[in-house]
């Protein structure tokens, strides 16, 4: 593929989601790096919370099919020869639950009895590790084994969301000096881990630009990297406040590819995120972009669901918008060269599905929470749209239709429709073991089985 403007941004990189059940296979990375070198990207980042298979925490990874050194060592080598970067990614502070919930490192752990989170309530395990030499000593071990796989002298650490500091074992200390202030101590040290192994660190600032006079004292070796997956996510206040702290040229902005937590990809908040955070980006002098695909709560979208983002994300990178018609020949030409054409269409209409109904939180689809619900969040569900709107979707879907459909996307507008007469009370065309079966076999397609069977559980509630 060629562009006809050069690259807005030095380093235009992709993180996919490897932690969230699917774990994909060596062949379906390499296809997609296939697709990243055609589309001009030159960074990939697997991102990391237990996947790898970590010598002597069998514990934490034995169901997971993770990635071992030596497929690490294999795909960094196949991505250099592509001239894409393979940058280590390891969270190092939240989202370590994966961890956490096994007595072996529980006493690592803000709050060792789990925590109440904000959003989705309860929570039986932690996630966040308490800031304290033990937990460095335990992420330095994870860098010890995992860093020499990768060539690249970067390593992004995470660090988003620790959402229990504070509430647990560094409650004084919280109270003392401040949430933020006990943050930026633990992720000081942290940076001082990956620059002990010899790489500049990324991480996640979602954090410190809760407190923008903080972002000051951060060193200026490490790399901010500014996410936001909505329409309007405040990329010009976040940029210019990471600018003008003296991080021109060593940040990145981070959108979403917007297809997780749904089974069509929320295409159009896709398009209008990726395209405000390379336009900001590039006012701010950023660095690169990182276009990010996630897997929250089971990663149960199809997998052609990330094809229209990654296209997206290549033209903003070089300053460029498409239209839907250019955009769906793209993904025909990059993905389906030897079909029919079509399936780029579908995609983009199935896209626009998520669009047609409200969205319960962000992010996060209609017919995704509809799908999975109980009985009485089903019922609040219908209530916050009509039966309009509902069967207006219904419609739309039932027109997707093309010669030679992709499975996977054939797939996801099945689980759409499954949901959609959920919600109408209407027959199912399919049941939903049926539904189950056809998900199984397309993960099985190009992803490892470690992990399926948590994320079809989510069927079952």
């Not at 981070?254 to 297809?259: D, E, L, R, S």
Request: negative net charge.
């Amino acid at each position: 593929m060629q562009f006809d403007t050069p690259p807005l941004f030095k380093r235009r990189g992709l993180m996919l989601d490897i932690s969230r059940n699917r774990v994909p296979t060596l062949d379906c990375l390499k296809q997609l790096i296939n697709a990243l070198e055609e589309l001009h990207y030159n960074e990939l980042q697997l991102y990391t919370e237990h996947t790898f298979a970590y010598t002597g925490h069998e514990t934490v990874w034995k169901e997971a099919s993770p990635m071992t050194a030596e497929e690490i060592r294999e795909i960094d080598t196949y991505c250099a020869e592509r001239g894409i970067e393979l940058v280590a990614n390891q969270n190092s502070f939240g989202h370590m639950e994966r961890w956490l919930r096994h007595e072996d490192y529980r006493h690592l752990a803000e709050c060792p009895d789990g925590f109440i989170h904000p959003i989705s309530g309860e929570q039986k395990f932690p996630s966040t590790l308490f800031p304290c030499p033990e937990s460095l000593d335990f992420i330095d071990g994870l860098y010890t084994e995992l860093l020499p796989n990768f060539q690249s002298q970067h390593l992004h650490v995470g660090g988003d969301e620790p959402w229990e500091l504070g509430r647990g074992r560094s409650e004084q200390r919280v109270a003392a000096v401040g949430k933020h202030r006990v943050y930026l101590e633990h992720m000081r040290a942290v940076f001082a881990l990956a620059e002990k192994h010899d790489r500049q660190a990324q991480f996640w600032a979602d954090i410190i630009l809760e407190r923008p006079d903080l972002v000051p004292e951060l060193p200026k070796s490490v790399t901010p990297v500014i996410w936001g997956y909505d329409a309007d996510s405040p990329y010009a206040e976040h940029c210019q406040t990471v600018a003008g702290a003296g991080f021109k040229d060593n940040y990145y902005v981070a959108p979403g590819a917007g297809n997780w937590n749904s089974f069509s990809g929320r295409l159009d908040v896709a398009r209008a995120n990726i395209e405000l955070a390379a336009s900001e980006g590039r006012a701010n002098q950023a660095k690169g972009l990182l276009l990010t695909a996630w897997g929250d709560n089971g990663h149960h979208q199809p997998w052609t669901t990330l094809f229209p983002s990654l296209i997206l994300a290549a033209y903003a990178c070089h300053g460029r918008c498409i239209d839907e018609a250019e955009l769906a020949a793209q993904i025909d030409t990059l993905f389906y060269p030897e079909d029919t054409a079509g399936n780029g269409a579908a995609l983009c209409e199935l896209g626009k599905i998520d669009g047609l109904l409200p969205q319960p939180l962000p992010p996060m689809s209609f017919l995704h929470a509809a799908l999975f619900a109980n009985e009485a969040k089903l019922a609040s569900l219908v209530a916050s749209t009509t039966s309009e709107a509902l069967e207006s979707a219904l419609e739309q879907l039932q027109g997707i239709t093309t010669t030679a459909l992709d499975p996977e996307t054939e797939l996801g507008i099945d689980l759409n429709r499954y949901a959609l007469e959920r919600c109408l009370n209407q027959a199912h065309r399919h049941s939903l073991e049926s539904l189950k079966l056809r998900f199984a076999q397309q993960w099985c397609q190009n992803s490892r089985k470690g992990g399926l069977a948590e994320s079809l559980m989510a069927f079952d509630r």
